[in-house]
């Protein structure tokens, strides 16, 4: 059984095992796969059963002539790189990775902010400078500096992320609230670590809001120039979520206005970040590279997950299929055995 790992190279730049796939089949890791380039995607997939892709875009062209595919795993939480609905026509489980980085997210989420409100690495380049050696004062800052406690903490999708991230600001002595993202339906019962509240509460009683939703319609530009003067003024803005959901011409807008004190953005609508992105030239805005999800530990429950989630479509008992009804997967059990016989 031949497994092609698209773009591996995101998720096992070496410091990681490929070991638990190359125990399934025959596999080949490629470090990146032009994401776009449907002739060679599909050179790369060739006869192969099985496909992993972390941001390689598997479209229904790509689907419907690759001749073998059987299996989809999402190196990944966000499936979007996949056209899940042409997966399932063609009895093709595609699979994601539900929950490896929420701690890694969240403490990402407090750096972002401890960032803000507290200058570390300006102040530390600041000493490297000898700024302070020429100090009058014992001590030395140049930028305002804030504490947490008491401040309010607004987290928009209250999942497995919002939730760590809420256990994380009342460690910080914030108070939390919590909305369900726009769109979403399912009944969130609160933890003890939030109060539930709507949007509109939300945007106008939080001093920092944290973006924790997928990017569907519904979510994306919910950042925008409308919703920002819903805000207090002085608000601060962090995403770590998915960059869509902001409209970073309204944000920039509001940076340099400072009706948005800060904003700290793990993500942005085009990565690599583009030199012509509003954010880049904004005041007060912290950005990092696509980074919150990629400690070690996080990766590696990555990994563990996509080998555990192929293993079980082998045994033909699919799991975290996100494209396919009950119903379907049961139907699909034959299938999933008899790719398990290719091995």
């Not at 530009?221 to 979520?241: F, H, Q, R, S």
Request: hydrophobic share 40%.
């Amino acid at each position: 059984m031949k497994i092609i790992i698209l773009d591996g190279y995101a998720e096992n730049p070496g410091d990681l095992s490929w070991e638990g796939f190359e125990k399934l089949g025959e596999l080949t890791v490629y470090d990146r796969t032009p994401r776009e380039d449907v002739e060679e995607i599909l050179r790369r997939i060739g006869d192969a059963e099985i496909i992993c892709t972390n941001k390689t875009l598997i479209g229904r062209e790509v689907i419907e002539r690759a001749p073998k595919l059987r299996y989809i795993g999402v190196l990944a939480t966000g499936y979007n790189v996949v056209d899940v609905n042409a997966a399932a026509e063609k009895g093709i489980p595609v699979t994601n990775i539900p929950a490896y980085g929420t701690a890694a997210v969240a403490q990402h989420v407090m750096a972002l902010l401890l960032e803000i409100c507290n200058q570390v690495g300006h102040h530390s380049r600041a000493v490297g400078e000898g700024r302070w050696q020429r100090s009058k004062d014992f001590c030395f800052w140049d930028y305002p500096l804030m504490e947490l406690a008491g401040k309010t903490m607004g987290i928009i999708g209250y999942g497995r992320i919002g939730q760590a991230t809420a256990k994380l600001a009342r460690a910080f002595g914030m108070d939390v609230i919590a909305c369900r993202r726009p769109g979403s339906t399912r009944n969130m019962a609160p933890t003890g670590d939030a109060v539930m509240v709507t949007l509109e509460e939300l945007f106008a009683k939080a001093d920092v809001i944290s973006l924790h939703c997928p990017l569907f319609p519904e979510t994306e530009g919910l950042i925008c120039k409308e919703n920002i003067a819903k805000m207090k003024n002085g608000v601060i803005i962090i995403n770590t979520a998915r960059g869509p959901i902001v409209r970073e011409n309204d944000l920039a807008e509001a940076l340099n206005t400072g009706k948005v004190y800060a904003a700290g953005v793990d993500v942005v609508s085009a990565e690599p970040i583009r030199g012509d992105n509003p954010l880049l030239m904004a005041k007060n805005c912290f950005i990092t590279p696509h980074i919150a999800w990629a400690s070690r530990e996080s990766r590696q429950r990555l990994m563990d997950t996509a080998v555990a989630n192929l293993q079980a479509f082998l045994a033909g008992e699919a799991v975290n299929v996100v494209n396919m009804q009950t119903e379907e997967m049961q139907s699909g059990k034959k299938r999933s055995r008899s790719a398990g016989g290719l091995r």
